[in-house]
């Protein structure tokens, strides 16, 4: 059992030593400076940082994550030289279980984090009252209003939203709930699928993370409508992650289901899939696709494709399901509750707006349909 006798966690220059020592008591920990040269401490070699033994757990959460925790340390999306996972917010609880689920892939993937809110000028949109989350709006009661005022207004709001919700993030790290991950963040007024998709465009992204409501919510039609928007227009992988997601909280996935088509398009996706888990012992059930919506699945279609991935994909464990998809929601329905699966995986083809207009997508139905976290791949198509 650790107890209260002082330790040194570290030696620095007098200056670096001080600055610990306040970063270090803002969290709570007593620390006392020691000068390493006892005999002639005016000529000293560096000053030892002297904490209770009981205090060591927290300090070196602290330590290791000093750059991060640091409020002026967050860092560019464009200093992440393995990119970056987006991760768009709304300050609600659905966002950050989406973000602590995008943390542990940046520190997977060697990658950082960039925490995107987007909000609407009322005056824009023709609406009294603006929602820029669950539980946060604003209020056009005064008119007119100067749209600079409104602007400003909004902004601010946000802006303070976003420091709370950095605080949040930063706590979760010091608690060791999430492990140090860069991040920065941004506030972006307009819609937002048009913001994500032009950061996706500018930026080194490798994947998006969106948290949704999940399908017993009464607004998941709204909030579908944006990241459905987004599955099919992003360029990068998406990941929703629903707010009732038992392994958000704890952990990444164990069991996934890939819907495929047995087309070359799919070794593409299941490429990419491997390399976002690399650490990850992932069991992938197969589910086999209709070429067209006028032909029907073929089981044994999945057999090259299955002897393909046992022989590439060592980590991964891989085994055939035999569902028809004559229903798609309804069989998923049985195949889930006979065994709990984790994440929902398609290779998405980009439609054309008309497309998607009148033949909605699986991953769309299934969006609506499943509380499961739904990973969309983007290939040609």
């Keep these: 059992m650790l107890s209260d006798r002082l330790i040194t966690v570290a030696i620095h220059t007098y200056d670096r030593a001080h600055r610990l020592k306040a970063i270090l008591e803002g969290e709570g920990i007593m620390v006392s400076l020691q000068n390493v040269n006892l005999t002639n401490p005016s000529i000293s070699a560096g000053v030892r940082v002297r904490i209770k033994e009981c205090d060591l757990p927290q300090a070196l959460r602290v330590i290791e994550n000093i750059e991060i925790l640091a409020p002026s340390a967050t860092c560019s999306p464009h200093e992440h030289a393995q990119g970056s996972i987006l991760v768009p917010v709304d300050f609600s609880e659905n966002s950050l279980k989406a973000t602590i689920v995008a943390f542990r892939l940046a520190s997977s993937l060697g990658a950082g984090i960039h925490m995107l809110h987007t909000y609407i000028d009322p005056t824009f ?54 492990p140090g991950v860069k991040f920065s963040s941004e506030i972006a007024e307009g819609l937002p699928e048009e913001i994500i998709d032009d950061y996706v465009s500018s930026h080194k992204n490798i994947l998006t993370v ?64 491997y390399r976002l888990f690399p650490d990850v012992a992932l069991k992938i059930t197969l589910v086999a696709l209709p070429a067209s919506r006028f032909s029907k699945p073929r089981p044994d279609s999945l057999e090259p494709l299955l002897k393909y991935c046992r022989s590439n994909y060592p980590a991964f464990s891989f085994k055939a399901s035999p569902l028809s998809l004559s229903n798609p929601v309804e069989e998923f329905s049985e195949l889930t509750s006979a065994s709990p699966v984790d994440m929902i995986v398609i290779p998405s083809r980009r439609k054309n707006i008309f497309s998607r207009l009148f033949n909605p997508s699986l991953a769309h139905r299934l969006l609506f349909h499943s509380d499961i976290p739904l990973m969309s791949i983007p290939v040609k198509g």
């Excluded at 669950?134 to 600079?148: E, G, N, R, V, Y």
């Excluded at 069991?255 to 070359?264: K, L, M, P, R």
């Design 125 to 178: 949109s023709g609406q009294s009252v603006m929602q820029l989350s669950d539980s946060l709006t604003f209020d056009q009661t005064i008119d007119p209003i100067d749209d600079a005022e409104i602007d400003k207004s909004l902004a601010s709001i946000a802006q303070e939203s976003m420091k709370k919700f950095e605080e949040q993030i930063r706590d979760k790290i010091k608690a060791g709930v999430i």
């Design 210 to 273: 969106m948290g949704t409501q999940g399908a017993n919510s009464n607004n998941r039609e709204i909030l579908g409508s944006v990241t459905a928007e987004v599955l099919d227009s992003c360029r990068t992988m998406v990941l929703t992650v629903p707010s009732n997601t038992p392994w958000a909280s704890k952990g990444m996935p164990a069991h996934a289901v890939y819907f495929t088509t047995a087309s070359q398009e799919d070794i593409i996706a299941l490429d990419t899939l």
